[in-house]
């Protein structure tokens, strides 16, 4: 079992930045990939971005020049600052963890993330 901890998320004015950071803990070598996700209201949850345990990373377009995501193993948790954030950003931003091998992945209970213009 994998247990994430979100912190991070606030209020900021459009172009404002924030660091959240996603804390893995229990059976965190089981983990390959760890990504960041949002949902805001009525929509979707998208993909944010991902990084897996060879710091090889990967941007939604909407993420791309913006937000870069980071990981610490030693610490076994993942980060993603956010730049010149737009109202658009506004959303629940969520941490998932994927395992090496099988089909479970984990989910933190979110951060909140609002910006406005």
């Known amino acids: 079992q994998v247990q994430l901890s979100e912190r991070g998320g606030g209020s900021v004015q459009t172009g404002g930045s924030l660091r959240l950071s996603c804390a893995a803990s229990?059976?965190?070598?089981?983990?390959?990939?760890m990504e960041w996700y949002r949902q805001a209201p009525g929509k979707e949850r998208e993909l944010v971005a991902t990084?897996?345990?060879?710091?090889?990373?990967y941007y939604a377009a909407s993420a791309k020049g913006r937000f870069i995501i980071s990981r610490d193993n030693s610490r076994n948790t993942i980060f993603l600052q956010m730049n010149n954030l737009k109202p658009e950003d506004t959303a629940l931003y969520y941490c998932?963890?994927?395992?090496?091998?099988?089909?479970?992945?984990?989910w933190g209970l979110g951060t909140q993330v609002t910006v406005s213009s």
């Open positions: 998932k963890a994927v395992p090496w091998v099988g089909e479970l992945v984990y």
């Open positions: 229990g059976s965190v070598y089981d983990i390959n990939d």
């Open positions: 990084i897996n345990r060879n710091e090889r990373s």
